[in-house]
């Protein structure tokens, strides 16, 4: 999967464009690679060419390290590797060790926020680990992956390319094999432009990139629950991780935009969130969806997720709202 910026097509504001709805088996051999990030006004994320499902990335404790624009993270090995031989937090930590966590997100916010006076770039893998740990570690440890920053936006269009051929990525807007270009082609129909993806428990990202959400998205992805995504859709997929990524980014004290990636799909994921509960929802996103699915339905009446679900995959905002308000049944009657 990939990621982008667009609030529709044509738009500054970042988005994935309609693809068919995920089936519940999500293979990395037959989709485009996770999550696109997109700069114009970097307001939204990624755009979803298909159905991919992809694992594994960082950890903290790490200094930052800022990169200059267009070049690869410094010592990028290195600090891969020290993040891998860390010990790895418990899922359930301790009062003791979220202190000491969330000190450590703190600590990696004020970095990146001094750092952007200076260099305006993406986010280091260790600094958004960290991050997301000090948020989400007593839900779900935030593994270590690699990132591989990219020179400019165009590089990656290239790459994305390169990795949708490789895979053998039929190109949904085609119905033929990925071809050299078509990232960029689809870019262009759409009003966006790449800023990054998350491949197989590799985040690329262009390393010029101004959406501060960006690599703390693309981790975020590569954390999820593998059956999530297939069973609440893209919508609340790129909704509830840009959600996430938004939420622990300010808490750290990074300055969140007011809209960043996925404005719409944001949106109806927070009236998601009002109805079922925050920690439902987080934890249906790190552990599996189907308490949330259960619980929807327990109050909404039979049949009724998958009813929303379309309704969501559409962008319906108004028939969406209404699912997530009224009763399914007096929903459904109105129809």
Known sequence: MRSRTSEKPGADVDRHPVTPAPTEDLSPASAPPYERMSATKVASLQRSAGNAAV?????????????????????????????????????????????????????????????????????????????????????????PGTIVILPDQPACAAKYDEVCIAAGIINPATGVLWAAGDCAAGDAAAGVQTEGF?????????????LVTATAHEILHNNAKDTFRGAVGETFNEGMTEFLARKALKASGVKVPATTAYPDQVKLTEKLIDLMGEKTCTDAYFNGPDDLIKKFEDLKGKDSWAALKALAEALDMDGTTKALKTSFKSWWRKK
């Open 55 to 143: 694992a594994g990335l960082v950890r903290p404790a790490l200094p930052v390290q800022r990169h200059a624009a267009g070049t690869e993270l410094p010592k990028k090995e290195q600090q891969t590797e020290e993040v891998k031989k860390a010990e790895a937090p418990q899922a359930t930590r301790t009062s003791t060790q979220e202190k000491e966590q969330v000190k450590a997100a703190s600590a990696a916010g004020k970095e990146f926020q001094k750092a952007q006076k200076l260099t305006p770039g993406a986010m280091s893998l260790a600094g958004a680990q960290s991050i997301l740990q000090g948020a989400y570690g007593d839900v779900k440890d935030i593994v």
């Open 198 to 210: 998350a491949w197989q428990g590799v985040v690329y990202v262009n390393g010029a990139t101004t």
